[in-house]
């Protein structure tokens, strides 16, 4: 599909990675790239509508695999609904076909590009197979998948994974499945520090280095994590994570003390914090306010299909109401903070042309949003209304790199 050129007028746009919202007269973008943004003044108010650009959203933490099965896991524990081998998803996943799976992901890829998001970080089970799938549906939507293969079965057994052997490395099936699956991701996801030895995390570590690959890890989603992981090694999850296997982004943090957000911020990790899910679990809240108050760089993310609607607009409402809750005052956090886990926060993590701003001579990867309407017009915040007032019914359109991967009949471009 071509990319686009085009032209917003009299519009506001939140700029570069600070999301400072700006009058401005013209936004312009040619081909994949923004080349113009006229800027008017500063405005955190509106008296009479405009239309708001803001950076496309990242959602850095999904399942899409299990969006086949849309609130399946209703009535069932994190274990049996979501663990190896024998979790309802692994055994509903088992039974999808190539040609009944890829319509679900498709599907919800292109629900993402309505509700504004345009990059996802997946968490992809069904080994090498599996990342193939999600990259049909990527190319499918233009949603951009950047996907992190998982094994898809478990290589150690539950006696092996206690004795936690010294130089006990991945199985010869293991570590070629390892290597086709890096063939076709962008990295590597576990479900816990617990499902695989520490000889081979540290292989794994040296494995997706070498490729220049991305590592990702589940910590701290229950005590359970934390407390197998001690009672195995003598090490709590998160430290392992860190010191064996050095993972670019940190998943979950729910029970995390403030020891360990300390280690976390210590160790310069990117922690990706999903409170949809984990309340869905019946689970704690995420510590969102005391990681904020440590300064950790974080990321949100919907975690699974089967959980949660792939809805960063839903994620970052219920984000800055627990957020407000715990900082326990009327001033923090400033809603910008929790706008940029879905945007600029991106950038130390993927790098590239992943920037999650708007400036002249960026991705033109955007949001537009309809702020002329009823309940938006006179908003008296705009970066509280974008996060907190803003559905999926108000996004008009939604571009990666000058291409429109969803535009409202009633939108035009000049
Ligand atoms: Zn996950």
Same mark, same amino acid.
């Given at each position: 599909?071509?990319?686009?050129?085009?032209?917003?007028?009299?519009?506001?746009?939140?700029?570069?990675?600070?999301?400072?919202?700006?009058?401005?007269?013209?936004?312009?973008?040619?081909?994949?790239?923004?080349?113009?943004?006229?800027?008017?003044?500063?405005?955190?108010?509106?008296?009479?509508?405009?239309?708001?650009?803001?950076?496309?959203?990242?959602?850095?933490?999904?399942?899409?695999?299990?969006?086949?099965?849309?609130?399946?896991?209703?009535?069932?524990?994190?274990?049996?609904?979501?663990?190896?081998?024998?979790?309802?998803?692994?055994?509903?996943?088992?039974?999808?076909?190539?040609?009944?799976?890829?319509?679900?992901?498709?599907?919800?890829?292109?629900?993402?590009?309505?509700?504004?998001?345009?990059?996802?970080?997946?968490?992809?089970?069904?080994?090498?197979?599996?990342?193939?799938?999600?990259?049909?549906?990527?190319?499918?939507?233009?949603?951009?998948?950047?996907?992190?293969?998982?094994?898809?079965?478990?290589?150690?057994?539950?006696?092996?994974?206690?004795?936690?052997?010294?130089?006990?490395?991945?199985?010869?099936?293991?570590?070629?499945?390892?290597?086709?699956?890096?063939?076709?991701?962008?990295?590597?996801?576990?479900?816990?520090?617990?499902?695989?030895?520490?000889?081979?995390?540290?292989?794994? @570590? !040296?494995?997706?280095?070498?490729?220049?690959? %991305?590592?990702?890890?589940?910590? +701290?989603?229950? =005590? $359970?994590?934390?407390? /197998?992981?001690?009672?195995?090694?003598?090490?709590?999850?998160?430290?392992?994570?860190?010191?064996?296997?050095?993972?670019?982004?940190?998943?979950?943090?729910?029970?995390?003390?403030?020891?360990?957000?300390?280690?976390?911020?210590?160790?310069?990790?990117?922690?990706?914090?999903?409170? @949809? !899910?984990?309340?869905?679990?019946?689970?704690? %809240?995420?510590?969102?306010?005391? +990681?904020?108050? =440590? $300064?950790?760089?974080? /990321?949100?993310?919907?975690?699974?299909?089967?959980?949660?609607?792939?809805?960063?607009?839903?994620?970052?409402?219920?984000?800055?109401?627990?957020?407000?809750?715990?900082?326990?005052?009327?001033?923090?956090?400033?809603?910008?903070?929790?706008?940029?886990?879905?945007?600029?926060?991106? @950038?130390?993590?993927?790098?590239?042309?992943?920037?999650?701003?708007?400036?002249?001579? +960026?991705?033109?990867?955007?949001?537009?949003?309809?702020?002329?309407?009823?309940?938006?017009?006179?908003?008296?915040?705009?970066?509280?209304?974008?996060?907190?007032?803003?559905?999926?019914?108000?996004?008009?359109?939604?571009?990666?790199?000058?291409?429109?991967?969803?535009?409202?009949?009633?939108?035009?471009?000049?």
């Amino acid at each position: 599909m071509p990319s686009t050129s085009g032209q917003l007028t009299d519009c506001v746009v939140l700029l570069g990675p600070e999301l400072a919202p700006f009058r401005c007269s013209r936004f312009a973008w040619s081909g994949d790239t923004i080349t113009a943004v006229d800027r008017v003044a500063p405005v955190s108010t509106l008296e009479d509508g405009a239309l708001v650009v803001i950076p496309g959203l990242y959602n850095s933490h999904t399942h899409m695999g299990d969006s086949a099965l849309p609130d399946g896991a209703t009535g069932l524990t994190l274990e049996q609904g979501f663990f190896r081998p024998h979790g309802y998803k692994y055994r509903e996943l088992a039974k999808l076909t190539r040609e009944t799976h890829l319509p679900h992901l498709a599907a919800h890829l292109r629900y993402m590009a309505r509700t504004g998001t345009v990059a996802h970080l997946d968490f992809r089970e069904q080994g090498p197979y599996g990342a193939e799938l999600l990259h049909a549906a990527s190319a499918a939507t233009g949603v951009e998948s950047v996907i992190l293969g998982q094994f898809n079965g478990v290589p150690f057994s539950e006696a092996e994974l206690r004795a936690n052997r010294p130089g006990h490395l991945l199985p010869a099936e293991h570590r070629a499945e390892l290597e086709a699956l890096l063939a076709v991701a962008d990295g590597f996801s576990e479900s816990t520090m617990n499902d695989l030895t520490d000889a081979a995390w540290v292989e794994i @570590r !040296a494995l997706t280095a070498g490729k220049k690959k %991305l590592r990702a890890i589940h910590c +701290l989603e229950n =005590a $359970g994590y934390r407390d /197998l992981s001690l009672a195995t090694t003598g090490r709590g999850d998160l430290i392992r994570a860190i010191e064996l296997y050095d993972p670019d982004i940190i998943v979950h943090l729910t029970v995390a003390t403030a020891a360990e957000i300390a280690l976390l911020v210590r160790a310069n990790k990117t922690g990706v914090l999903n409170p @949809r !899910a984990n309340a869905n679990l019946g689970l704690p %809240l995420p510590p969102v306010a005391d +990681l904020l108050r =440590a $300064g950790a760089n974080l /990321l949100l993310g919907t975690d699974n299909g089967l959980l949660n609607s792939p809805s960063m607009l839903a994620e970052l409402d219920f984000t800055y109401k627990v957020a407000k809750s715990q900082f326990a005052d009327a001033l923090a956090p400033d809603p910008t903070a929790i706008l940029k886990m879905a945007t600029s926060n991106i @950038r130390p993590v993927l790098g590239g042309d992943h920037h999650g701003a708007l400036e002249v001579g +960026l991705p033109a990867s955007f949001v537009v949003l309809d702020f002329t309407r009823g309940h938006l017009r006179h908003t008296r915040h705009l970066t509280a209304s974008i996060v907190t007032r803003v559905t999926p019914d108000d996004v008009l359109a939604t571009y990666r790199r000058g291409r429109a991967l969803y535009r409202d009949e009633a939108f035009t471009v000049g």
